[in-house]
């Protein structure tokens, strides 16, 4: 069979990752009868050690991937990018990830970025645009969203008015990363979480791997279809008490009187916490009533993973 061009925007974040890997390894595994697929993986960067650390991971398939330079902000350059995919067999599929303004950083360049890539597939017939936005934190209220919430939203509702001139989307909600927890960044978020949501309030966590295997295993069959991506919905004393059952030590978690001094200080921290809270309010109230649905709809591309069975996993690779 042709080989189908795919490109990737994010492509040496983790959803990016994750998706390449799990698109390579599956048209490998799954034999001549699948089509083979070539990734084009656009950087700012491509001598950056994350580009590095994507070939490094995927070196198996280095005949597979072209890093190609493109700044997002630079509309121009991305359109060459399209029209050398297209020349090149043309465009089977696109996997948009855009990465986080930063909090209290405003979501203009966001939603712009996600526009224009949102154009350019419709202009070139992609077969298969994928997006990757969030779960929402709460009804759809200017006030119950950050500047890049509602960025995701606006890009939503532009992949939907073009998907009624023939683009064929699919957006993915992923959850909450289980990996937010790892290193010191993670200590902060279990200090700031533990002391800053109510105690029934639970969060949608999602293994960035399972990501990639929801994506890569869609192939069309979400077609202008939503999926949210969750392996569970936990309190933090729930995730807590999994990770000291699992991993036998106490979650590493910042002082508290830190994690105080966070909430305090931090509009954004404070910001992050109202998210989950509103995320956790509008499910438990039936704002939304399709959410289950959507996780069901994501179940049958791959196995999600509960924490528990990822803190397993993580485990047995890296004990």
């Known amino acids: ?11 040496t974040g983790r959803q990016g990752r994750a998706f390449i890997h799990e698109l390579l390894s599956s048209s490998t595994a ?53 029209n050398q995919v297209s020349a090149e067999g043309g465009i089977f599929g696109a996997f948009i990830v855009l990465a986080y303004p ?23 017939s992609v077969d298969a645009l994928v997006y990757s936005s969030t779960i929402p ?19 939503e509702l532009y992949c939907k008015e073009l998907g009624e001139r023939g683009l064929n989307w699919t957006i993915i909600r992923p959850g909450f990363f ?3 927890f790892d290193g010191f960044m993670g200590s902060l978020a279990v200090g700031v979480l533990s002391q800053g949501l109510r105690k029934e309030t639970d969060i ?8 990639g295997k929801v994506t890569a295993g869609n192939h069309g069959r979400f077609t202008r279809k939503i999926l949210s991506i969750t392996g569970g919905c936990l309190t933090m004393t729930e ?17 508290s009187i830190l994690a105080w001094l966070v909430l305090k200080l931090s509009a954004g921290a404070r910001n992050v ?5 509103r995320n956790y309010s509008v499910r438990a109230s039936g704002g939304y009533p399709t959410f289950e649905e959507e996780v069901e709809a994501a179940k049958t591309l791959c196995e999600l993973q509960s924490f528990r069975t990822w803190l397993l996993n993580r485990k047995e690779h890296h004990p």
Do not use: C
């Open 178 to 180: 289980m990996e937010n």
């Open 102 to 124: 930063g909090l209290g950083n405003k979501g203009d360049e966001e939603e712009r970025q996600g526009k224009m890539l949102v154009d350019l597939a419709l202009e070139f």
């Open 239 to 255: 995730i807590e008490a999994a990770y000291k059952d699992v991993m036998g030590k106490q979650m590493p978690s910042v002082p």
């Open 204 to 211: 949608a966590l999602v293994a960035s791997e399972d990501i």
């Open 137 to 155: 934190p709460g009804r759809d209220l200017d006030d119950a969203y950050d500047a890049s919430h509602r960025a995701k939203r606006e890009i």
């Open 1 to 11: 069979m042709p080989t189908q061009n795919i490109i990737v925007t994010g492509a």
């Open 273 to 277: 916490v109202k998210e989950i809270e």
């Open 30 to 82: 799954n034999g001549s009868d699948d089509p083979e697929y070539h990734v084009w993986a656009v950087t700012r960067n491509p001598t950056s050690p994350a580009t590095s650390s994507l070939l490094q991971a995927e070196q198996s398939h280095a005949q597979d991937i072209t890093v190609i330079q493109g700044d997002l902000n630079n509309a121009a350059r991305i359109k060459e990018i399209f």
